[in-house]
Structure formats: structure tokens, C-alpha cells
């Protein structure tokens, strides 16, 4: 894979979706006298794993002999993925690092484990590989072309959304699936989820622009010296992209509602997907931002404690104009095994019923 394609997608996740602090370049090994790479990259997230491969080609002309190579690169990706699992199978720790942290994961700590094969190139295709998920013991495998990843990525998707896309496509057919029809669906699905928690568009303005603006907004929050970003990345890594942007909106309103009244203003949102359970602070002061650090010192007045997690934001650049956002720590499976596991009990159902046929 040339390093600029693998660059090129690291730079987008870690600009724009949350959770990027969980993606890593694993570590090379050595099998007999040749050094291998486990996986262009992974994304680790709540015990489940996600092993990215992206292979590339020089697009000729023909549009039979452009996905003839895509096929191939697909192929290649899944055979470099094979020989993976089966050294992590036999013993080996995937292990790598980023700039927050360094990673060492047994086969055995993996509650799921995916595997995203990524081709770019003209006419490239993605599909499923359902067959190369069962013969691995997988929960999950398929290949999509570049651009479908990047536009997931531009609108904030976290590991979560990548998943779901790739388990829906994996259900719902055996064709290929072209880059155009790819994009078109992750653009559609997003303007529905917009429609539905920001119908007036009053913080997102329904252009490519605004989504890019506020997903980069909001990672650079989260990269502020106030609080322990790494922790709510990790709960915000797990939230799909209908819990993300409501959170977000639920910021934005109540923001401008406490510069509108001038008073620190708190608020309850039960997310409708996770079902996580969120409390968000938010005020405009008179004084230095350090006087919003007091807010962390009240007891939340709706439940007249203290949550378990906080972080104190200056938003969108204001100096005076802040909101806190405290997540309670999760008392449950997490939603991506949730969701993998109900995943795989229907996947096990269809077989079931196909053979009943």
C-alpha cells in the first residue's frame, strides 16, 4: 500500500472521528527470514477489533480490466489478513502505538474481530467476504472502496459507524458495490440522521462544510488540557452517529441558550440508540474561563451528585461561553459488543433458516 493512501486516511480519521485516539499502526513481524505487517492499521475499541487493509492500483483503460484489479487487490488484502489470524491464533500479540498510547492485544482478550479490506483506484468495487468470515471464525469481513470510508469519516463516523455500515452491506447483499452507490448511501443515511435531530438546521447547515467544521470542532475539544479527553473518547468512540449528533446539537442549543440568559444552565440526555446517559453543563460568565472551572465543584441538580466522569470545554473558540459534558461511567456491556453480538446471532439465524429451506 503507497504510505501516502495509508497517510492520507489516518490524517482524515484522526481530523474528524472521534475515537481516532484507538487507531494505531501495528508493529512488524518476522516469520522465518521476511518481517510482516499484521495489518495496515487497527482500530481497537471496547475488545473489539477492526483490521484495516488498503491495497491500491494504477487504473488503465476498461472498465472490466480497472475491477478485474480491485478483485485482485481485494484478494490480496484477504490473504494478507489470513496469515494474520492465523499467527495471532497461534500465539502472537498484536501489538503498536500511537501518540496517546501503546497497544498489546491478545487473540484471546478480542470479544469481536472484523476485518476491512480498502481498495482505491478507478472502477474499484467493494463486497462481502461472508464466506472468509466464517472459514477465520470472524464476526465479520468485507471489502469497500476508499472514498466510502473517507466520506464516513469526514462526517464524524467513529469505529461504531464503520462498523454498522460494513455489517448492513455484509446482510443485505452478495453483489459488488460501487464507489458512486457507496458514497450516495452514506450521504443519504447521514442527511436522514441530520433531518431528524437538527430538522430546522439550525447548527448544521446541510452543506458538506458544516458537518467537516463541526467533527473537526469537536476533535479539537476534545484535545484542550481540561479533563481526561482520553476517557471520553472512549466512551464517545462507542456511540453511533445518530447518539453522536444529537449530543452534539444538544450542546450547541443549550449553549446559546445560556448565553441568551446569561446562567449556567444544566440539562439530562438519554441517548436513543445506547441508551447512554449524559449531563451537560453550560455557561456564559462574567470574569475569566477559569470561573467555569467552578461548575465542576456543583453537585449536578438533577441528581444531586456529582457524575462520575467531566470534562470543562472552551466552545468553538469562545473564551466566556463554555459547556461541561459529564458521562456516567458505562454498568453495561458496551454498545459495539452489544450490537456485534446481536450481529451475529441473526447472522447464525439466516444460516439456520437457509438450510431449513
Not at 508493529?27 to 482500530?43: H, I, M, Q, S
Not at 476491512?116 to 474499484?124: A, E, F, H, P, T
Request: charged fraction near 25%; proline fraction near 3%.
Amino acid at each position: 500500500m503507497p504510505q501516502n493512501k495509508q497517510e492520507q486516511l489516518l490524517s482524515l480519521i484522526s481530523k474528524y472521528s472521534i475515537g481516532s485516539e484507538f487507531v494505531f499502526e501495528p508493529d512488524e513481524y518476522r516469520k522465518g527470514n521476511a518481517t510482516r505487517e499484521p495489518a495496515d492499521l487497527v482500530w481497537y475499541v471496547n475488545d473489539c477489533v477492526v483490521l484495516i487493509y488498503m491495497r491500491y492500483y494504477q487504473s488503465g483503460k476498461g472498465v472490466k480490466r480497472n475491477q478485474l484489479k480491485s478483485e485482485k487487490c481485494s484478494h490480496h488484502n484477504l490473504n494478507q489478513a489470513q496469515g494474520w489470524l492465523k499467527e495471532w491464533k497461534g500465539g502472537r500479540t498484536l501489538k503498536g502505538k500511537n501518540e496517546h498510547d501503546s497497544f498489546a492485544v491478545p487473540y484471546e482478550n478480542c470479544k469481536h474481530i472484523l476485518v476491512l479490506s480498502i481498495v482505491d483506484g478507478k472502477n474499484c468495487r467493494g463486497k462481502s467476504h461472508i464466506e472468509f468470515a466464517n472459514q477465520n471464525d470472524i464476526t465479520c469481513a468485507g471489502t469497500l472502496p476508499q472514498k466510502v470510508i473517507e466520506e464516513l469519516v469526514r462526517h464524524g463516523a467513529s469505529s461504531i459507524d464503520i462498523i454498522h455500515y460494513l455489517t448492513r452491506m455484509v446482510s443485505n447483499t452478495t453483489d459488488h458495490i460501487e464507489a458512486k452507490v457507496g458514497i450516495d448511501f452514506v450521504q443519504n443515511d447521514f442527511k436522514a440522521i441530520i433531518d431528524k435531530v437538527d430538522p430546522d438546521h439550525m447548527w448544521m447547515k446541510g452543506s458538506k462544510e458544516s458537518y467537516e467544521y463541526l467533527s473537526a470542532t469537536m476533535k479539537a475539544l476534545l484535545h484542550n488540557d481540561n479533563g481526561d479527553t482520553e476517557g471520553l473518547a472512549d466512551r464517545l468512540t462507542d456511540l453511533p452517529a445518530m447518539d453522536y449528533w444529537v449530543l452534539v446539537t444538544c450542546m450547541l442549543s443549550q449553549r446559546q441558550a445560556s448565553i441568551d440568559n446569561q446562567k449556567v444552565l444544566w440539562s439530562r440526555i438519554n441517548l436513543p440508540i445506547t441508551g447512554v446517559h449524559i449531563v451537560l453543563a453550560s455557561g456564559s460568565l462574567s470574569g475569566n474561563a477559569e470561573n467555569m472551572k467552578e461548575i465542576l465543584k456543583l453537585n449536578d441538580p438533577i441528581d444531586n451528585k456529582v457524575p462520575s466522569f467531566m470534562i470543562c470545554w472552551n466552545f468553538i473558540g469562545a473564551d466566556l461561553q463554555n459547556t461541561m459534558i459529564a458521562v456516567n461511567e458505562f454498568n453495561e456491556t458496551p454498545y459495539t459488543q452489544r450490537f456485534l453480538d446481536q450481529y451475529l446471532t441473526s447472522k447464525a439465524n439466516r444460516r439456520i433458516n437457509a438450510r431449513l429451506l
